[in-house]
């Protein structure tokens, strides 16, 4: 079956003020107050706990500082799922979307470098977990995006068919698994970095939800 798999941080939701909360208490615990900004660096929070704790090192002026990154990121996790959803939204339409796909006769998923017990975890409090017949974390699986395998055993375990399926993203990670496992990659430009996806060059953009449908039949045909 024909399936639409869908990155989760910055692609269904913006996930970005939760995860700078976290990172900030990290570096309120080092005593230095909070470094991150939640609007100029949203990008930064999609892309990771690490990713967020090297940007607030190199403030300090200890970009290489890995030791203290790798000491800190669990201290990050553990803040980030005690307050998982204070600030983070599901974006405009998204579960329309997805109903409209399921509808049709479409497989949906995720697939997301979050772990997947925070991934888990935050689905079910947005209340959307069910919607999904099948979601794969960074843990999932001995291996994560950009490797395709990640998304092609989403798409198995959602009971799709690999060759017909397409990802729904917002990074050049999801981009390069698309293409990795040669499929189409469809990139949102409502996220934090919507201005840079163009230059990656995806099968298509995405500016609005509701022409999602419209975009995967394009692309994968119709499901039935």
């Known amino acids: 079956m024909k399936t639409v798999v869908f990155d989760l941080d910055g692609t269904l939701a913006d996930t970005s003020g939760d995860l700078i909360a976290a990172a900030n208490a990290c ?3 080092m005593g230095e107050g909070d470094l991150l900004d939640p609007s100029r660096d949203a990008g930064t929070a999609l892309r990771g706990g690490r990713a967020m ?7 300090l002026g200890r970009a290489l500082d890995d030791p203290a990154i790798d000491a800190h990121y669990q201290m990050l996790l553990d803040a980030y799922a005690q307050d998982i959803d204070t600030h983070t939204r599901l974006y405009d339409g998204a579960m329309a979307a997805v109903g409209t796909l399921k509808t049709g006769g479409y497989r949906v998923a995720i697939c997301t470098n979050k772990p997947e017990g ?8 947005l209340g959307i977990l069910e919607d ?3 979601m794969l974390g960074a843990d999932s699986l001995p291996i994560r ?4 395998e990640h998304l092609l055993e989403t798409v198995r375990r959602a009971g799709g068919d690999p060759a017909q399926c397409l990802l729904v993203g917002d990074s050049d990670t999801d981009r390069n698994t698309s293409a ?3 499929v189409p990659s469809v990139l949102v430009t409502f996220g934090p ?6 230059a990656l060059a995806p ?3 995405l500016h609005d939800y509701a022409d999602l449908p419209g975009i995967v039949e394009t692309l994968l045909g119709a499901a039935a």
């Open 193 to 198: 970095a919507g201005g840079d996806m163009a």
């Open 180 to 182: 990795n496992a040669g």
């Open 118 to 125: 925070l991934a888990t975890e935050l689905l079910t409090r």
């Open 145 to 148: 995006k950009p490797d395709p």
């Open 132 to 134: 999904f017949h099948a």
């Open 27 to 29: 570096f309120r615990a």
């Open 203 to 205: 099968e298509a953009l």
């Open 53 to 59: 704790l090297r940007l607030g090192m190199s403030r």
